[in-house]
C-alpha cells in the first residue's frame, strides 16, 4: 500500500474520531456511488444502499445529538471504543477500495480514530471555555471539519486509486 494511501486511512479513521459515523458513512456512499471499489472484499457489504443510508441516517443523528448537553464525552470508554472500531472499519474499507491491503488501512484508520479523538476533545474542551465563544459554535466548526475532511478524503482515495 502506497504511503499516500495509508496516509488518507489514517485521515478517515481521524474523521471517525472527530464524528464517529461521518467518516463510515462516506465511505459507504463511496462505495456505493462506485468511487471506491469494495467488490469482493470482506466490506463489500459497505457498498450496499442499506447500508450507505443507514450510515448517513446515523450521521445526521450524531450531528444533531453532539450539541445536546447530555451526550457522554467521547473519551468515555464505550464512546472511545466506538471510534476506535468506526476509523478501522472506515480506513480498512478506503483502503481496500483504493486497492490497497484492508488490514493495513483498518489499522492506520484505528490509529487515526484515537489521534482524532483525543485532538478533537482537546480542541473541544480548550476552544469552549473562550470568552464569547459558546460550545455549540465549536461543534459546528468540528462537524464542518469532519464532513469536509471526509469529502477530501474519499475523493483523494478515488484518485489514488485511479493513478
Known amino acids: 500500500m502506497s504511503a499516500a494511501l495509508?496516509?488518507?486511512a489514517f485521515l478517515i479513521g481521524a474523521v471517525a474520531g472527530l464524528r464517529s459515523?461521518?467518516?463510515?458513512?462516506?465511505?459507504?456512499?463511496?462505495?456505493?456511488?462506485?468511487?471506491?471499489?469494495?467488490?469482493?472484499t470482506a466490506?463489500?457489504?459497505?457498498?450496499s444502499g442499506v447500508a450507505a443510508?443507514?450510515?448517513?441516517?446515523?450521521?445526521?443523528?450524531?450531528?444533531?445529538?453532539?450539541?445536546l448537553p447530555r451526550t457522554?464525552?467521547?473519551?468515555?470508554?464505550g464512546p472511545f471504543a466506538a471510534r476506535i472500531v468506526s476509523g478501522?472499519?472506515?480506513?480498512?474499507?478506503?483502503?481496500?477500495?483504493?486497492?490497497?491491503?484492508?488490514?493495513?488501512?483498518?489499522?492506520?484508520?484505528a490509529?487515526?480514530?484515537?489521534?482524532?479523538?483525543?485532538g478533537g476533545y482537546r480542541a473541544r474542551t480548550r476552544l469552549g471555555p473562550a470568552p464569547g465563544l459558546p460550545d455549540h459554535v465549536v461543534a459546528l466548526v468540528e462537524d464542518l471539519v469532519a464532513v469536509g475532511g471526509a469529502v477530501l478524503i474519499v475523493t483523494a482515495a478515488r484518485r489514488a486509486a485511479a493513478g
Open 6 to 8: 495509508g496516509l488518507l
Open 21 to 40: 459515523m461521518t467518516a463510515p458513512a462516506f465511505v459507504a456512499w463511496g462505495a456505493r456511488l462506485a468511487r471506491l471499489r469494495l467488490e469482493g
Open 43 to 47: 466490506l463489500a457489504w459497505l457498498g
Open 53 to 67: 443510508w443507514v450510515f448517513l441516517a446515523l450521521a445526521l443523528g450524531e450531528l444533531v445529538a453532539d450539541k
Open 72 to 77: 457522554p464525552s467521547r473519551t468515555r470508554p
Open 88 to 109: 478501522a472499519l472506515s480506513g480498512g474499507g478506503l483502503a481496500a477500495g483504493a486497492g490497497g491491503r484492508l488490514a493495513a488501512g483498518a489499522l492506520l484508520g
Open 111 to 118: 490509529m487515526g480514530a484515537v489521534a482524532g479523538t483525543l
